[in-house]
């Protein structure tokens, strides 16, 4: 539920977790071959770049999904938010990239944030079903008023 007692809605879960995992670790293979051109292993630094522009590709992908799908299926605002600034810190990462070293301090950080967001929808959004007709789609995080049976008599 969103701050308003409304329920979240996302379009096109499934993918939208799917895309969110593979930005998660594109960006932690970004990781993985920086620190090897950084030791001194020249022929890293083309994967790196290359890998770092096509990570660009999973959020514009879900972005451009939640529109096409906004009078269907819309996303709360609170997640169509999500997907913007999960694109723009993409790009504002590598554009810190391609910059070179001057620009690390932006780079490091914003990937970062990058590996954060897109797990959090990676996993949050992983346990929702797509909706049933007529039915918005659900956040995978808990319905505090939902609660199973053996919660109901944990808490009292």
Partial sequence: ??????????????LTAALGLLLAVGVLAQGLTAGAFLQGDGQWHPWHEALGDALVLPPLISLVVALALFRRQPDTPSVLATRIVLLALVVIAIGAGHAGKSMLVVHIPTAIAVVGIAVRQATGFARIAEPQSGQPARSGYPDPEERSPSETKRRG
């Fill in 1 to 14: 539920m969103d701050t308003h007692g409304r329920k979240r809605t996302v379009a096109a879960p499934r």
